[in-house]
């Protein structure tokens, strides 16, 4: 075996080894919003010199949570609600790829298939970190024309945004349920308030105490959920992009592109950066 073709196996391994070292790390952009985000909420409160005390209100938050999962429930199937829950779990963490280094691994299979043949790609790609490309390179290996290959990979890319897209709907959902809830709170606040109606001071009191229902709705909504579902349809924006660009590099490679015009197209896919 000559050395110029052990060559593109040899860096080819190394770049899926590298990628294997890659790990999960806490997205520090997400924690920064939420630390501004109380901070800023608290912050205000103080400055209007009420006492935190005064907006702890059980009732309050008993009818604007409880309300809101129970809404929630009604408009959301339980996998649709399980799928969800798991990507806001999930959003503290980013685990984002480097395209450049997808790029380098897509274009290291084909310098290995154009030397070898397709097959000889067979060994590396149970050692592929990312599912979707690890699957586009099966399909790759079995299906046997490309439109059919081609329609096959773009409903796996449908199919994941479409799931992306429900997951951070639900929320969206729940979060235009809040505020509405909380306003229900309030009414029921302003409803005990009357029967008390006869004393002034217990009035004015109340209904300060009533409103608070009306600030759970508004900062679950757009404190929490709302935010939350913005970030999952980032990051499905990012994830369709990603495929995308893998989708494109398993059809060079069935076509036996050469690698330099792979590198050229897949190039595409990289984020401009702006001059400073």
Known sequence: MSTSASTPAIALK????????VRRRLDVFVLAGIVVAISATVAGIALTGVK??????????????GGTLGVTLITTP?????NSARRVFGLIWTSEMNRADVIEEIVGYVKTA???GILAIEPLIPKVQDSFLREALWHTMDVQQRP???????????????QGEADAKALEVAGGFAPTIGVLGTVVGLIDVLRQFSNVSAVAAGVGTAFVSTIYGLA??????????????SRVAETFE??????EGALCLFEG????????????????????
């Open 220 to 233: 679950l909504a757009n404190l929490i959920l709302l935010p939350a579902a913005h970030r999952i349809r």
């Open 257 to 276: 592109i050469h690698p330099s015009l792979v590198r050229e197209r897949l190039n595409a896919f990289l984020r401009e950066k702006h001059p400073q």
């Open 242 to 247: 990603m495929h995308e660009l893998m989708m």
């Open 14 to 21: 190394e770049v899926v080894e590298t990628r294997e070292t």
């Open 114 to 116: 154009r030397n070898k």
């Open 78 to 82: 339980r996998q649709a609600l399980f």
């Open 148 to 162: 059919a290959l081609q329609a096959l990979l773009e409903t796996k890319v449908r199919l994941c945004e479409r």
């Open 52 to 65: 935190p005390a005064y907006f702890l209100q059980p009732t309050g938050a008993l009818i604007v949570l």
